[in-house]
């Protein structure tokens, strides 16, 4: 039975926090001379705590995390992790908590921030990312956050010492679909991409090349459901004739992964605890393997950390450090490197 858009709404509308890139009529200066170190770097502009650059006419922005402690004379991992529809990268940055993760492994993170529309029925301003078929006004309209992402990945590798074989992808909901569409269409940047709450939402392309791909899911989510995307599609009538919304879920998805990854035999169970369960494919061409972690007592935010919906006086209750997702999703990309397309040692 479909859900009402008035409750698919309440469950998807994330209050938004404005960051000061977005929506600027008038850009910020650039940065001071010494900020460029190379001269092939493309354009930004620093705004506060935001790198930023003009994409599609628009200022597109994003946080970045560099730990105190960071050898910079060592060609580090990055990893991009992207927000949820109608969150940002502030609420994305307390969430997942990689800047921990960033701290102990010795890596950057950036946490950028999608096109905002306004919403009439809820009269704020939500945040999302061209991820396919969803969601709302970025994705009818096209928005080009695969260019804006890849565009990202240049300038910080131009800004820091970063090892080009081990760059990485994940993000929750929303932004965990646009992980796994830059996964298929920017195979040839990231090595890994593992992410939360989310399935695939476009079609596979040609010059794809398997890479590992890990999603982890709560078997309890009440946005996006286990078996069914069915109520992840924000209010959008251009939205709901897509049949996609029906049939894809956590099962499928990682067989559709299995099926691009040129995985063989059936699909393995590595770890059944009382809290979860991780199953997978690792029989896959250039070890680029595929796992699902289902939290079982978990809804759509599997991450430890609650998230607050001001707007709305929601809460979407993590996991109380029961299940380290994140930690999760490090130890399986982290693994894996582009140099020789196998996982490390």
Known sequence: MRTSPAVLCSLLMFSLSLSGCLSSTSAPGPAEEGEMPLEDAPPFFVDGDYTCILHEELDRCWITHVPDNLDTEAAVPLIVDMHGFGST????????????????????????????????????????????????ESATEGVDDVGFIETLVDVVVD??????????ASGWSNGCAMTQRLAMVSSDVFAAAGCMSMYLLTDPVDDYSPIPIMEVHGFL???VLYESTVMSVPFNPALWTE????????????????????????????ETTALYSTVGFSSCESDAQIRLITIFAGQHNPYENDLQQGGLGQVFQGTKG????????????GQ????????EA
């Not at 950057?108 to 945040?127: A, F, L």
């Not at 800004?159 to 990485?168: F, G, M, Q, T, V």
């Not at 380290?324 to 130890?331: H, K, P």
Request: net charge negative; charged share 25%; aromatic share 12%.
């Open 322 to 333: 029961l299940v380290q997702s994140t930690q999760m999703v490090w130890d399986f990309i």
């Open 243 to 270: 049949p996609e919304a029906y049939d894809t879920g956590a099962i499928e998805n990682i067989h559709e992964w299995a099926e691009y990854n040129g995985c063989e035999g059936g699909m393995e169970t590595f």
């Open 159 to 168: 800004l820091h010492n970063i090892d080009e074989h081990r760059i990485y």
């Open 221 to 223: 989510d009440q946005v």
């Open 89 to 136: 990268s502030i609420e994305q940055r307390e969430l997942s908590s990689f800047d921990h993760i960033a701290d102990e492994e010795g890596a950057i993170v950036v946490y950028p921030d999608g096109v905002g529309y306004y919403n009439e029925m809820d009269g704020r301003t939500n945040q999302a990312w061209n991820a396919g078929w969803c969601c709302a």
């Open 336 to 343: 894996y490197s582009k140099e020789d397309g196998q996982a």
